[in-house]
């Protein structure tokens, strides 16, 4: 049953075997409610209509998920509650929410950002259906005569098992962490991409576009290849706050790219103050390839999220440009990982952290390279802002250097918005409020710049409402 | 006019200024002089409302109206702009997109962004100061001299009643300092506004003609005269 | 062996085969503190340091400055290092930097020395001496 289809609140099943030993009972009757066990995993996988293989490891994702520990480091999650979740077969959303049930201060957001009333809805989680088809129907158009496969992860699953078996957790296996196990074991929707060989794709690919249920990617799986010589960009995400009522948020993203290609993943997420946003996200980069991590990082209650970036090829490059603002209540633990494997790669780190009203913003990264990594360079800059008195800012780097022939260089500063800076500003007519926005844009703005321009426009904008009535 | 009251001042509890009074009235060009220490700067800094400066005693009124108690924005919204001694890097904000917003401010958006573009390179042309400057951050990265020749465009976009030139002659060599000195005092005296230098040296007379000159010392003004008095000094030094 | 000061300057030369373990911790509790931390070393051939610096500020501690450099040269075949500045500030009104830099003495240093008459060995003591000094 794919995605776009809609949702039952109950459905009746046949009986089934799964290798694993257990079995379904006739007339099992299926209602949605919360809670995880092997049943529901098996169930995800039939919905789907998915073939053996993926069935199976999902079960296998499951044990594994059973078997790790919660990490011990990074941010408290332990008002995780696993039981509490839906993993499937949510209620539908018509008969829960209305415009009414989503906040005023997200509500207030939009108004101030000037968001229209469709994209109002859509955003608020009250409407179910976007009306993106027609937009998405001509773009699919044409993609798919340039070759280009773009498409959820659940149509490529059945679609193009060939590609998908080649790749499909290899980069990040469900043994990396609890969060990836967990992910592997229940995901639903995320995008496939494959570009092929020596194809530019000028336009960005809009995760945006392929959305088109309530169900805000709770638990996706995102895989892109990109072939020989080729470049695409990848979009997904929206600064405007999303509300939703899943508290948890486990993604999984691979990137491969191949010889000579590029991919550039661009993702801002403004998920509401009530998520835990945990994300695996991991490209692994050929001879001469780049691949470019660009991530906006605003809300959530929590975020542990590392784009990393295996440098496995000669002369293979890897950036991660990443801006996070954790403001009351956030806590936003974001950093990069760059792995030297070959010989001549070249990495870049720039991070720009923000924590206001008490929130708390940590840099946690790593730099290793292996032996034999001859050449291999690295630059770390990592800068955080301090707004007020009651907020915090970490920095966790590691860098592990074990060839003797390489460059590393780290940098961090930590500071507030200086006395000097808000006085000269304000000295020609601007506000505090405004002369301190003004400084804290300036100080983004190498990242902001990367951005597509209305993410970016959005993003000041944002920063400066989430600071308003931080002055006084 | 500028009334400055009797105002004592202090920086980290520790007194500069004893008791300054002085006019600046439109159009006029009043110099101040004196010695490092002797409390120019900060009298600069606390007409501008630097968080700093504590103004202890006394008053500063515009126009009739008393900003003692106004903050460094309210007061540039009457007219008020200080040249900076030191101005201060903002990395990451343009000095264009600086310029532009400046002038949104004081003057709505009269013109397009386009033509203001232009014509912001006229001035900086004028005043010799590299346009592909303009395209950094603010201050950041430039010599002394650019980031003078930057307040004073700053200046020109403000449009202001009232300038104060903190050492604006500080760093700069014959020919940056002949072309912001003249800029500065063709647009004075078009506009009739009211201009306070604060220098060492004369070297800035040349073309901002002085309508009165005094000397501090110690936090205070010791002696007042008129364009004469900047020559004796330049020849004598500050001893009495 | 862990450091515990806020000032601190250290230079060293991890040689031949050794193994070496230097852990830095600076706290800074009340305000007005300033500290700086310097740590230098060459790591010889085969050789292996874990640097470990860590840079405390509390809440209240207001005007504090804290540095912290980590600056490893890699000399020798094999030679490995592991830095790991940390810097974790609850305070907001202080100037907090680090930095750390491995790597290996640059070639053109060397050719340089070498065109004024010095051995290769001679060029990298003199490259390794001024480094540390």
Known sequence: MSRFAKVKTAEKFELSTYKYGFSMPENYVFKAKKGLNEQVVAMISKMKNEPEWMTIFRLKAYQ????????????????????????????????????DDVPSEIKDTYDKLGIPEAEKDYLGGVKAQYESEVVYGSLQKKYSDMGIIFCSMDEA????????????????????????????????????????????????????????????????????????????????????????TDSLHAAVVEVFVKKGARCRYTTIQNWSTNVYNLVTKRAKVEENGTMEWVDGNLGSK??????????????????????????????????????????????????????????????????????????????????????DDKSRSDTYPTNKILENEVTLEHEATVSKVGEEQLFYLMSRGFEEHEAEAMVVNGFIEPIVKELPMEYSVELNRLIQLQMEGSVG | MIKISNIKVSVENKEILRGVSLDINPGEVVVVMGKNG???????????????????????????????????????????????????????????????????????????????????????????????????????????????????????????????LDEIDSGLDVDAL?????????????????????????????????????????????????????NVIEEKGYKK | MIIQKRNYKKSLVVEKDQIVDLETVSVFDKPGQKGEVEI?????????????????????????????????????????????????????DVKASHAASIGRINEEEIFYLQSRGLSRVEAQNMIIKAFLS
């Open chain 1, 64 to 99: 594994i998920f059973l078997g790790k520990p919660m990490p011990e480091w990074g941010a408290d999650l332990s008002d995780i509650d696993f039981n509490d979740i839906f993993y499937y077969l949510k209620p539908n959303i018509k008969t829960e929410k209305s415009w």
């Open chain 1, 157 to 244: 699953v059945v679609k193009y098992p060939e590609l998908v078996t080649e790749y499909f957790g290899k980069l990040i296996p469900s043994g990396d962490n609890k969060f990836a196990a967990l992910n592997s074991a229940v995901w639903s929707g995320g995008s496939f991409v494959y570009v092929p060989k020596g194809i530019k794709v000028d336009l960005p690919l809009q995760a945006y576009f392929r959305i088109n249920s309530a169900n805000m990617g709770q638990f996706e799986r995102t895989l892109i290849i990109v072939d020989e010589d080729s470049y695409v960009h990848y979009v997904e995400g929206c600064t405007a706050p999303i509300y939703s």
């Open chain 1, 302 to 387: 929590i975020t542990m999220k590392y784009p990393a970036v295996v440098l496995a090829g000669r002369k293979a490059h890897g950036e991660i440009l990443s801006v996070a603002v954790a403001g009351e209540g956030q806590h936003l633990d974001a950093g990069a990982k760059c792995i030297h494997l070959a010989p001549d790669t070249t990495s870049r780190i720039i991070s720009k952290s923000i924590s206001l009203k008490g929130g708390r913003s940590s840099y946690r990264g790593l730099v290793s390279m292996a032996p034999g990594a001859k050449g291999a360079r690295s630059k770390v800059v990592c800068d955080a802002l301090i707004l």
């Open chain 2, 38 to 164: 002797s409390g120019k700067s900060t009298m600069a800094n606390t007409l501008m409302a630097h968080p700093k400066y504590v103004l202890e005693e006394g008053t500063i009124e515009l126009d009739g109206e008393d900003i003692t108690e106004l903050s460094p924005d309210e007061r540039a919204n009457k007219g008020l702009f200080l040249a900076n001694q030191y101005p201060m890097a903002v990395p990451g904000l343009t000095a264009n997109s600086f310029l532009w917003q400046i002038y949104k401010k004081r003057n709505g958006s009269r013109i397009s962004i386009i033509e203001f573009r232009k014509w912001i390179e006229e001035q900086a042309k004028l005043l010799d100061l590299d346009v592909e400057l303009l395209k950094r951050g603010l201050n950041d990265g430039l010599s002394g001299g650019e980031k003078k020749k930057l307040e004073i465009m700053q200046m020109l976009v403000f449009g202001p009643k009232y300038i104060i």
């Open chain 2, 178 to 230: 002949k072309k912001i000195s003249t800029t500065i005092a063709t647009v004075a005296k078009s506009k009739k506004i009211g201009v306070l230098v604060i220098t060492h040296y004369n070297r800035i007379l040349k073309y901002l003609v002085p309508d009165k000159v005094v000397v501090m010392e110690d936090g205070k003004i010791v002696k007042e005269g008129g364009a004469e008095l900047a």
């Open chain 3, 40 to 92: 230098k070393a060459v790591v010889m051939e085969n050789g292996q340091l874990n640097l470990r610096g860590m840079i405390k500020i509390k809440k209240k501690a207001n005007n504090v400055e804290a540095f912290l450099r980590q600056k490893v040269l890699l000399v020798g075949k094999n030679s490995r290092a592991t830095a790991i500045p940390e810097l974790e500030i609850e305070s907001n």
